[in-house]
């Protein structure tokens, strides 16, 4: 979305806003339905697409207007949503933050003005927990140790060094943090993994597609056993890229990717990748719920996490789901 169009839709949001709901901070109720204010980061990635799919559906369904604004990858067109549902006096802000860093003093104006509010999908790094009232995340930490242990599994009797390519999601995002953090605290007990090459491909297939490239410049594909991709989109870029030099991805290079799109688990299928960590995008439903709760008063827990399954080149394939995105 350009400049134009964003700030279309904003004031779009506001206008529908302001019509049905009045400019004035009003107690919830059947004919005053609750507004959320809700921040998206972008639009990514097909994980993000469906996140905001689910978002906007179960806002509908639960009867809650909602405010969405897409900050197109930057922290400052967040700050500046939150900022506009402060001023429109929202119920309930709900974000879902780029970055870990740089919330405290927006998040310090909402408290001010006595506005809840819920951090989704991502963390925020803060020394002030009174700054929001919970998370709904997925525990990416642990997500990072199903990789890793995927491979000290596959690789049990395996003695010779397995060298691994690494694609990392967004700097700074906690995403990224976990999946980095978490994967290498599985393989660091086992010598024989060794990471040869890291860098950051902000969860774009495009991204994906250039760092692959780089990644063939430097590195012949025999001297590469696996590559762990943190999500689905750059594990797309990096396959397109191994299938043109003629590598076989899933036999020449093990795949590790994470988020499980149907594209994703199509590809599991097939022997194209060998193991996926799911990401459950679909948290519209259970964040309506706590908006509700929210609301009405009622006690949350600070930190509530997704339930996510893993799955393997040795699942019963029967037993997936359809994800339908
Ligand atoms: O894995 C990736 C997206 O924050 C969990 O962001 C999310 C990640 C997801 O772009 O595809």
Not at 226 to 234: A, F, G, K
């Amino acid at each position: 979305m350009n400049k134009r169009k964003r700030l279309f839709s904003l004031i779009c949001a506001i206008c529908i806003f302001s019509c049905s709901c009045g400019l004035g901070k009003t107690t919830p109720s059947a004919d005053k339905p609750i507004v959320l204010g809700f921040s998206q980061l972008g639009d990514e990635s097909t994980w993000r697409s469906q996140n905001s799919r689910s978002i906007i559906s179960a806002a509908e369904e639960a009867g809650i207007k909602i405010m969405f604004d897409d900050a197109m990858q930057d922290p400052e067109n967040q700050i500046k949503a939150i900022r506009s549902f402060i001023a429109y006096k929202v119920d309930v802000i709900a974000f879902s933050p780029l970055v870990e860093t740089g919330w405290d003093t927006v998040l310090g104006e909402a408290k001010a003005a006595g506005i809840p509010v819920i951090i989704v999908d991502r963390m925020i790094d803060t020394e002030d927990d009174s700054l929001y009232t919970c998370a709904l995340c997925s525990d990416f930490d642990l997500e990072g140790r199903h990789a890793g242990q995927f491979l000290l599994d596959k690789y049990r009797y395996t003695e010779q060094p397995i060298k691994i390519v690494e694609l990392a999601g967004t700097i700074d995002s906690t995403p990224a943090i976990g999946r980095y953090e978490g994967f290498r605290s599985v393989i660091s007990s086992d010598s024989k993994f060794e990471v040869i090459f890291s860098a950051c491909g902000d969860f774009m297939l495009s991204k994906g597609r250039e760092i692959m490239q780089q990644v063939l410049e430097l590195y012949d594909p025999e001297e590469i056993d696996v590559l762990y991709s943190h999500n689905d989109d750059m594990t797309f870029g990096a396959i397109e890229v191994m299938r043109e030099a003629g590598i076989e991805p899933g036999k020449d290079i093990v795949i590790i990717s994470v988020d499980a799109t149907q594209r994703i688990i199509d590809y599991l299928r097939a022997g194209t990748v060998n193991c996926v960590i799911e990401c459950n995008p679909n948290s519209g439903p259970q964040l309506m719920e706590l908006a509700k709760k929210i609301v009405a008063g009622e006690e949350v827990e600070k930190q509530i996490y997704i339930k996510e399954l893993v799955f393997d080149e040795n699942s019963n394939f029967n037993k997936i789901a359809d994800r339908g995105y």
